[in-house]
């Protein structure tokens, strides 16, 4: 079973557009929201840095200001350097937005360098 983290939230203003529309950057930000909310949940914490390799996203449906969301994150691939994750952002149990995202764990120079025992043994269960 693929390590899964569900987060909670609402669409707050400064995330939408004058039509009170979600601005569709907000999607991504909800996700990396989910992920470090996921990766504290499962105590890994310390220094790392994951810069994003890849993001996509599929919109199928509006989300407004003050709709309460749920975002489904799963670690969908852990590779040696890097991890997909796959999510989806609901409303009333309706699929709006899927999408992934790929990052990679750098070193200080920004150089890949394999993910941390501890990370892959959380995230491959």
């Given at each position: 079973?693929?390590?899964?983290?569900?987060?909670?939230r609402?669409?707050?203003?400064?995330?939408?557009?004058?039509?009170g529309?979600?601005h569709?950057?907000?999607?991504?930000r909800y996700?990396?929201?989910?992920?470090?909310?996921?990766?504290?949940?499962?105590?890994?914490?310390?220094p790392a840095?994951?810069?994003?390799?890849?993001v996509e996203?599929?919109?199928?449906?509006v989300?407004?200001?003050?709709?309460?969301?749920?975002?489904?994150?799963r670690?969908e691939?852990?590779?040696?350097?890097?991890?997909?994750w796959?999510?989806?952002?609901?409303?009333?149990?309706e699929?709006?937005?899927?999408?992934?995202?790929?990052?990679?764990?750098v070193?200080d120079?920004?150089r890949?360098?394999?993910?941390?025992?501890?990370v892959?043994?959380?995230?491959?269960?």
């Amino acid at each position: 079973m693929p390590f899964e983290f569900v987060d909670r939230r609402r669409v707050d203003w400064v995330d939408t557009d004058a039509g009170g529309r979600i601005h569709h950057t907000a999607a991504f930000r909800y996700a990396e929201h989910a992920e470090t909310e996921a990766l504290r949940n499962a105590g890994i914490t310390g220094p790392a840095s994951y810069p994003r390799r890849r993001v996509e996203a599929e919109f199928h449906r509006v989300l407004r200001f003050d709709d309460e969301l749920e975002v489904r994150l799963r670690a969908e691939r852990v590779g040696r350097t890097s991890i997909t994750w796959a999510w989806t952002i609901s409303r009333d149990g309706e699929v709006c937005v899927e999408g992934r995202h790929t990052v990679v764990h750098v070193d200080d120079e920004g150089r890949p360098t394999p993910l941390r025992a501890e990370v892959r043994a959380k995230l491959e269960l």
